[in-house]
Nanobody, 115 residues
Framework: VQLPASGGGLVQAGGSLRLSCAAY????????VGWYRQIPGKQRELVAA???????NYADSVKGRFTISRDNAKNTVYLQMNSVKPEDTAVYYC??????????WGQGTLVTVSS
């Protein structure tokens, strides 16, 4: 499974950004897709995840601001980021959890929020 991510960039605080994660390969094996983020020197943390059935969960820090969604026809998962804050600045990674405990990571996309 390949997970090229896109949509990162520079945005002002209070603005919006949409990240995309397109899945290629053995997509039938994917159970859930999540967005994670990492700041240099800190552990990678879960931002939001969505299951193949459409159930979503969010980190407390982004609830009410970020929305994860999926377009099954395009095999793509999105992360809509609204009301962004400087503390949302990080490299965002897409991760797919597949059958037989396999995990796939995308290459990451940088989001920078200016104050």
């Amino acid at each position: 499974v390949q997970l090229p991510a896109s949509g990162g960039g520079l945005v002002q605080a209070g603005g919006s950004l949409r990240l995309s994660c397109a899945a290629y390969g053995s997509i039938f094996s994917i159970n859930a897709v999540g967005w994670y983020r990492q700041i240099p020197g800190k552990q990678r943390e879960l931002v939001a995840a969505i299951t193949s059935g459409g159930s979503a969960n969010y980190a407390d820090s982004v609830k009410g601001r970020f929305t994860i969604s999926r377009d099954n026809a395009k095999n793509t998962v999105y992360l809509q980021m609204n009301s962004v804050k400087p503390e949302d600045t990080a490299v965002y990674y897409c991760r797919a959890d597949a059958t037989r405990a396999r995990i796939y990571w995308g290459q990451g996309t940088l989001v920078t929020v200016s104050s």
